[in-house]
Each structure stands twice: as structure tokens, then as C-alpha cells.
């Protein structure tokens, strides 16, 4: 990305998670998460995307918006900021503290964009999730997902904008992406345009304001050859 878009997503960015931090204020132990991307990631409007549930856990417990996202983002010191990291996607080369060869979530990413990218694919992809505050420990309860929900439709909508994927993959099942991708298609619920079964599950591809949409389900226990051929397949059709 260049500075000039990184600075266009802080402004973008730094206002709706003042909102997120005030809407789920009364909710304890949770953390913010900002979407991250690869070092050679272009937004040219034909990169791809992909998107989580929430974080398990993330690097800063703090609620104060200048530690979360500080006016000092080209520095990229590491302290206990959220948006534009030094590590940015880095960490995905390193096994402690966390190994992502141990997750199935990481490993089917992997391995659908590598043909294209090669050993250093995670320099070329973005990585978001739906809800932006999640607790310490878990996906966000109920409560907390329609708490944030509204600004994080939101927040979605800006990193399409400046991100720019041609491709968005959801890993997440269709229960936690169809509010956004209703709130992306002005409120009325997506007509798909195509779909592809994987071992007992189903990738379901929507077009929304000339973006393609796959939606598909957390990959965690489930056979990932075959998600990863479906997602494959679908991508390289569009």
C-alpha cells in the first residue's frame, strides 16, 4: 500500500473505532482488532481478501483510541497499537508465541493463495474480521456482536473501499456474515450467483457492488483440501 492510502484508511478508520470503543463500552475484557495487510499488498482492485469471525485475543487490552491507533501510524512502532504494525503479517513466518502452521483457519489461506503468490503469499493478501471487539478469551457473545455490529458494517465498508479486493473470502458461516453482507447490499439480503460443495459444506458467491463475495464456513475440523480446491476454483472462475 502507499503512505498516501495508509493515511486515507487511519482517517477513515480512527473515528469508527472511537464509536466501536463507546458502543461496547460496558462489555469487560475485550479486545480491538484493525485489519492488517501484506507488505506488497496493492490496492489496484484486484487483490483478495479474507475475513475472520474475531480474534481470540489480541495484542492490546486497551480502550484509549491514541494507544489503539496513535497519529504517529508511518512510524510503525510497536508498542500497543493495533493499526499498521511493523509485523504486519510478518508474524505468519514465525511458531512462537504463536504458530499459524497449527491453525486450520491460517493453513486453508495458505494454501489457497500460494499458486498465486508463492512462499511469501502473506505479503500480497489482506486480513480482517467481521467484529472488530471480541473478548480476551472467545468470540464475541450475542450481545457484543449487535453492539458492535452497526459500526462495524461500517468499518467493513471503508476497507473495501481503500483496500480494494476484487476477492473477498469469509471463513465464518453464513450466520455471522449475512448482516454485512445485507448492510453492503443497501439493506437487502444477496442473491448468489454461484456455489460449490466441499467435503459436506458449500462455497456461496455473491457479487456486490462489482466485488466478489465467497462465503464459506470456519475451516476448523473440517476437510481442507477440498475447501481449499472449491475456494480455488470459484476464485479462478471470477
Given at each position: 500500500?502507499k503512505?498516501?492510502?495508509i493515511?486515507?484508511?487511519y482517517?477513515?478508520?480512527?473515528?469508527l473505532?472511537a464509536?466501536?470503543?463507546?458502543?461496547?463500552a460496558?462489555y469487560?475484557?475485550t479486545?480491538?482488532?484493525?485489519?492488517?495487510?501484506?507488505?506488497?499488498?496493492?490496492?489496484?482492485?484486484?487483490?483478495i481478501?479474507?475475513c475472520g469471525?474475531?480474534?481470540n485475543?489480541?495484542i492490546a487490552?486497551?480502550?484509549k483510541?491514541?494507544?489503539l491507533?496513535p497519529d504517529d501510524?508511518?512510524?510503525?512502532?510497536q508498542?500497543k497499537r493495533i493499526?499498521?504494525r511493523?509485523d504486519q503479517?510478518e508474524?505468519?513466518?514465525?511458531?512462537?508465541?504463536?504458530?499459524p502452521?497449527r491453525?486450520?483457519?491460517?493453513r486453508?489461506?495458505?494454501k489457497?493463495v500460494?499458486?498465486?503468490?508463492g512462499?511469501?503469499?502473506?505479503?500480497?493478501i489482506?486480513?480482517?474480521?467481521?467484529c472488530?471487539?471480541s473478548?480476551?478469551e472467545?468470540?464475541p457473545?450475542?450481545g457484543?456482536y449487535?453492539?458492535?455490529?452497526?459500526?462495524?458494517c461500517?468499518?467493513?465498508?471503508?476497507?473495501l473501499?481503500?483496500?480494494?479486493?476484487?476477492?473477498?473470502?469469509?471463513?465464518t458461516?453464513?450466520?455471522?456474515?449475512?448482516?454485512?453482507l445485507?448492510?453492503?447490499?443497501?439493506d437487502?439480503?444477496?442473491t448468489?450467483?454461484a456455489?460449490?460443495i466441499?467435503d459436506?459444506?458449500?462455497v456461496?458467491?455473491?457479487q456486490i457492488n462489482?466485488?466478489?463475495?465467497y462465503?464459506s464456513?470456519?475451516?476448523?475440523?473440517?476437510?481442507?483440501a477440498?475447501?481449499?480446491?472449491?475456494?480455488q476454483?470459484?476464485?479462478?472462475?471470477?
Open positions: 500500500m503512505l498516501s492510502e493515511k486515507k484508511l482517517n477513515a478508520l480512527k473515528p473505532y464509536q466501536l470503543i463507546k458502543d461496547t460496558k469487560k475484557n479486545v480491538a482488532f484493525c485489519a492488517q495487510w501484506g507488505k506488497e499488498y496493492s490496492c489496484n482492485g484486484d487483490g481478501m479474507f469471525r474475531a480474534t485475543g489480541w487490552k486497551s480502550k483510541l491514541d494507544i491507533m501510524f508511518e512510524n510503525l512502532s508498542r493499526f499498521n511493523s503479517m508474524w505468519l513466518t514465525q511458531t512462537e508465541p504463536y504458530n502452521n491453525s486450520a483457519f491460517w486453508v489461506i495458505r489457497t500460494t499458486p498465486k503468490y512462499d511469501d503469499w502473506y505479503k500480497h489482506v486480513w480482517s474480521n467481521l472488530k471487539m473478548f480476551d472467545g468470540n457473545s450475542d457484543l449487535y453492539a458492535e455490529l452497526d459500526v462495524c461500517k468499518i467493513l465498508e471503508v476497507e473501499e481503500i483496500f480494494n479486493p476484487k476477492h473477498i473470502v469469509l471463513l458461516g453464513y450466520a455471522w456474515a449475512i448482516d454485512f445485507t448492510y453492503l447490499n443497501k437487502v439480503e444477496p448468489p450467483i456455489s460449490k466441499w459436506a459444506y458449500k456461496i458467491v455473491y462489482g466485488r466478489y463475495f462465503l464456513e470456519h475451516p476448523q475440523g473440517k476437510d481442507e477440498s475447501h481449499v480446491k472449491a475456494l476454483t470459484l476464485i479462478k472462475r471470477y
